[in-house]
């Protein structure tokens, strides 16, 4: 399900927006909106998990999240 939110598929899991980024960046179909290196992700995976916040490097990370909120209203 490339580029679909996880909190789309399942509204009521309780899936931290966060990570519901994160996997959204993973699971892009265009390479420049996925993390351009595993070090990028594993920085990000890292800041959540220290309660930091995102970097949000990728442009298409906020596209990608839009989309997801209109599906999600759907």
Known sequence: AD????IVLSPDSGIDP???NICL???AAKSEDR????????QDVRAYQEGRALARASAGSSRLHD????EQSR
């Open 35 to 42: 993390y351009p290196s595993a070090w990028d992700l594993w």
């Open 67 to 70: 989309m997801a909120a209109l």
């Open 3 to 6: 580029g679909i939110s996880p």
């Open 25 to 27: 960046r993973c699971t």
């Open 18 to 20: 966060e990570i519901d």
